[in-house]
T-cell receptor, first 117, second 115 residues
C-alpha cells in the first residue's frame, strides 16, 4: 500500500482565502484523523471519523474549519476564511478498527505545510 | 482525563553514547502506550508500542521502552545512538475509555546526535 496520501504538500495562500487540504487513507482503515502541528501548541487532534462519520470534532478551533469524509477513501479539511494563525503543518492519519490485528496504531501521512500570509 | 508529559524538550548526545527519553502519563483506566518518531519534514512513524504482556518492548532499530505501571512511565532508551537517530520523538497514550482509539501526544523531545 502507498500509505496515507496528502495533498498538497505545501500551500501558500493569502489571508481570507479558502484552503482545502486532502487526504486519502490506507485502504481498509476504518478511522481517519486530522491533526495540526505548531511549535507553540505541538500536535493537536482536530477531528476524527469512524466509517466516514465524524465522531469527535471538539478539537476544531473555530467555525472557519470544517472537515468531510464523503467516502472511505477521501477526506478534506477546509479553512474558510484562512488567517495567518492557521499556519501550521496539518497531518492526516488512519487506523484499523478496534479489536483487529494492528489496531490502535495510527499511520500518518507526510503532512501539508500551510502558510497564510 | 489522560495526559502525557515528556520531561525533556531537547536532548543533545554524542554519537555512540546511550540515551534515555523520558515519558510519564496519567490515566484512570488501562492504557496503551506508543513512541512515534518524526524525521525532518516527514510525518510521524510508529517506533514501538505497548499493548499488553511483556513490559519491555523493542523496535527494529535498537530502541526499547519499558512500561512501569507503578511509576506511570514509558521511557525510551537506546544503548548507542547514531547520527541517523536525530529526530523528534513523541510519546502517546491511548485508551478504550469511551470505546474509541484516540491518541494523546506529549509535546515531543528533540534528539540531536552529534559526531
Amino acid at each position: 500500500d502507498a500509505g496515507v496520501i496528502q495533498s498538497p504538500r505545501h500551500e501558500v495562500t493569502e489571508m481570507g482565502q479558502e484552503v482545502t487540504l486532502r487526504c486519502k487513507p490506507i485502504s481498509g482503515h476504518d478511522y481517519l484523523f486530522w491533526y495540526r502541528q505548531t511549535m507553540m501548541r505541538g500536535l493537536e487532534l482536530l477531528i476524527y471519523f469512524n466509517n466516514n462519520v465524524p465522531i469527535d470534532d471538539s478539537g476544531m478551533p473555530e467555525d472557519r474549519f470544517s472537515a468531510k469524509m464523503p467516502n472511505a477513501s477521501f477526506s478534506t479539511l477546509k479553512i474558510q476564511p484562512s488567517e495567518p494563525r492557521d499556519s501550521a503543518v496539518y497531518f492526516c492519519a488512519s487506523s484499523l478498527a478496534l479489536g483487529t490485528g494492528g489496531a490502535y496504531e495510527q499511520y500518518f501521512g507526510p503532512g501539508t505545510r500551510l502558510t497564510v500570509t | 482525563a489522560q495526559s502525557v508529559t515528556q520531561l525533556d524538550s531537547q536532548v543533545p548526545v554524542f554519537e555512540e553514547a546511550p540515551v534515555e527519553l523520558r515519558c510519564n502519563y496519567s490515566s484512570s483506566v488501562s492504557v496503551y502506550l506508543f513512541w512515534y518518531v518524526q524525521y525532518p519534514n516527514q510525518g510521524l512513524q510508529l517506533l514501538l508500542k505497548y499493548l499488553s504482556g511483556s513490559t519491555l518492548v523493542e523496535s527494529i532499530n535498537g530502541f526499547e521502552a519499558e512500561f512501569n505501571k507503578s511509576q506511570t512511565s514509558f521511557h525510551l532508551r537506546k544503548p548507542s545512538v547514531h547520527i541517523s537517530d536525530t529526530a523528534e520523538y513523541f510519546c502517546a497514550v491511548s485508551s478504550l475509555s469511551g470505546g474509541y482509539n484516540k491518541l494523546i501526544f506529549g509535546a515531543g523531545t528533540r534528539l540531536a546526535v552529534h559526531p
